[in-house]
């Protein structure tokens, strides 16, 4: 690792960790100058935690619709229910391979999966 230090002040300039390619480094730096208080002000959009939770949210279940579309359109679209009253059905189709049928799902209760068979 290399660190660069102003000597006056013992601030990190910056550092370079070569091993990894990671790095960061001020590239114009002024000293003693005033700062504008307005270029710590945001002006960009804005997210309360809810609303943020609620984007999450919908982000996943759009996942989880289009895993169950894969499911229906690729394997099949009836339900696939065991004389157990257990539904295994799928809502959530992480892991699919159009080439090899293979996949695995999910639901609340139950996981089900095929996977290629050899020769």
Do not use: C
């Not at 307005?38 to 279940?61: C, I, N, V, Y």
């Not at 679209?77 to 799928?90: G, K, Y």
Request: negative net charge.
């Amino acid at each position: 690792m290399r660190i660069w230090v102003d000597i006056e002040t013992g601030r990190i300039l910056g550092y370079r960790v070569d091993a990894v390619g990671v790095g960061a480094h001020y590239v114009d730096l002024t000293v003693g100058q005033p700062i504008d208080s307005s270029m710590f002000a945001w002006s960009g959009p804005t997210q309360t935690q809810q609303e943020r939770q609620d984007e999450l949210r919908r982000r996943s279940d759009d996942v989880k619709r289009h895993q169950a579309r894969w499911f229906a359109n690729t394997v099949t679209a009836e339900p696939l229910i065991a004389r157990v009253p257990v539904d295994f059905t799928p809502t959530t189709v992480p892991a699919a391979d159009d080439g090899a049928g293979a996949f695995e799902g999910y639901n609340e209760h139950t996981m089900l999966a095929r996977n290629p068979r050899g020769a």
